[in-house]
Nanobody, 119 residues
Framework: QVQLVESGGGLVQPGGSLRLSCAASGSIFSINGMAWYRQAPGKQREFIAGITSGGSTNYADSVKGRFTISRDDAKNTVYLQMNSLKPEDTAAYYC?????????????WGQGTQVTVSS
């Protein structure tokens, strides 16, 4: 089984920063990629940032230049550094991993952490 534990969400003022963490544990043979998504009420879940096993990154246009994704292989942890936060960044943020447990790779999801940007 795979467990993803997210932390770092909270309330922050516009222009502020937060750092989200997501630690993966369980019977994981390998992790092929890690990513962050977000979902606001009434909207579909959207891709925010991703990082491959080789370290390549990509970002949604809405967060490019403000957010940075990184990983720590020794800890099986992915991070999302969020700077210059805007009210429209308010959402539940979810981490995911594309991993092999047994059989072919598949996606696993965290339970989400709330980020609220407000004055």
């Amino acid at each position: 089984q795979v467990q993803l534990v997210e932390s770092g969400g909270g309330l922050v003022q516009p222009g502020g920063s937060l750092r989200l963490s997501c630690a993966a544990s369980g019977s994981i043979f390998s992790i092929n990629g890690m990513a962050w998504y977000r979902q606001a009420p009434g909207k579909q879940r959207e891709f925010i940032a991703g990082i491959t096993s080789g370290g390549s990154t990509n970002y949604a246009d809405s967060v490019k230049g403000r957010f940075t994704i990184s990983r720590d292989d020794a800890k099986n942890t992915v991070y999302l550094q969020m700077n210059s936060l805007k009210p429209e960044d308010t959402a539940a943020y979810y981490c995911s991993i594309f991993a092999v447990v047994s059989g072919p790779p598949r996606s696993y999801w965290g339970q989400g952490t709330q980020v609220t940007v407000s004055s």
